[in-house]
């Protein structure tokens, strides 16, 4: 798995922590949803999984770990060079 990126490390920033989602979600509210939680715009936006989190969420278990499953082959894996250029040099740059 590659290693994550550093904190404030020029990344999409507070968009990833106000994209948490408030209350239940449903296919009323997704429309509503999108527009307060834009991502930014670009070739490969950046995007995390904290970003799909509603605060429902956290009051859940923990998912089991998935690692032993993994192939070595598939552990090895890098990411998208397009998405960590991206990342780098932010949605202004595109």
């Excluded at 798995?1 to 020029?10: F, L, R, T, V």
């Excluded at 990411?79 to 991206?86: E, F, I, M, N, R």
């Amino acid at each position: 798995m590659a290693p994550h990126a550093a904190a404030g490390a020029g990344t999409a920033g507070d968009a990833a922590q106000k994209a948490v989602v408030e209350g239940t979600l449903t296919v009323a509210n997704v429309a509503a949803n999108r527009t307060r939680c834009a991502l930014p715009k670009g070739v490969a936006a950046f995007s995390d999984s904290s970003m799909f989190k509603s605060a429902a969420s956290a009051s859940q278990p923990k998912a089991k770990r998935w690692d032993r499953y993994l192939t070595e082959e598939s552990k090895l894996r890098k990411p998208s060079t397009l998405k960590q250029v991206a990342l780098y040099m932010g949605p202004s740059k595109f």
